[in-house]
């Protein structure tokens, strides 16, 4: 399947965005900063892998995550907000946030006073955040209350979005929750490597290529899912050519096995990560990335 010729985000996209950011320091730390609104797990984002603004909700605000990598952009020995998750104050800060957007009332912020409609728009509602979400003992209760919400007379439909690591698709209750989700939602699966040692250098080995391989076949077989594949730079250089060749094999196993895929995400970090020797990959690295999981696996590949 041929790729997009132009895998970067469009030039007007990121003009868009710089308008956002024109009141932040210019550096990575503040790319595409999380807006809370005062809100405890809800939360605004202009995202580029949205393409406009994404809605998110922290469901493990606790920080807790079966991957410990040094490629993470989430600072684990920093202080976690002192709430745990409430799912009835989530859905009242949804039903909020939403009603604050569709109304046009955003625009009243001075963060969003001169952003063009379509990037006021909402583009989804994902249950991520700073912690795994499939982690969290309220994952099956936020979800079906996103649910609930959106069937709720005069509220306009949103798609919901799980963004996973992937790790913990097999546990029972995730898998039964996960039956819930429409053919429109989507599952935004993690795979950040091809090779059991390269994960290594990311995660230590908190987790197995082969789990996290099983665990996305689990859910592709039975859904389309977009892979998303966060590559850095380590010690300023590139990940070698051979480990990009064996992501993009793995990734056309998946398929050939049933995972039904519908894009790979492509994409580097854009806060500060765990690790010093752990930085952005230029783009022009991850366009060729993409490039080999076109030409390898037969997916359509975008970068981000």
Known sequence: MKGRVNDPV?????????ELLVHTPKNCDQAYPKDFLGNRFVYLVISPRTRGL????????????????????????????????????MAAELQATLALVNSGRLRQLPRYAKLPDDLLQVRHVALGGDGEPTLSKHFAGALETLI????????PFFKIVVVTNSTALDRPKVKYALQSLSCRDEI????????????????????????????????????????QSLFPAINGKSPPAREIKQYARRLKELRKAGAEISLVQIYSATRSMARTSFSHLPLKSLSNIAKVVRQVAGLRAEVF
């Open 10 to 18: 469009s030039d007007e996209f990121q003009r868009l965005c710089s």
């Open 54 to 89: 994404s809605i998110g909700v922290d469901v493990n605000p606790v920080l807790k995550c079966s991957l410990h990598g040094s490629s993470c952009e989430i600072g684990r020995d920093k202080p976690t907000r002192p709430s745990q998750f409430d799912v009835r104050r």
């Open 148 to 155: 609930r919400l959106r069937e709720l007379p005069g509220l």
């Open 188 to 227: 935004w699966s993690g795979l950040d490597g091809g090779t059991q040692s390269y994960l290594n250098k990311l995660d230590g080995g908190a987790c197995l290529l082969k789990k996290i391989m099983d665990n996305i076949l689990l859910v592709g077989r039975q859904r389309r899912v977009i892979i």
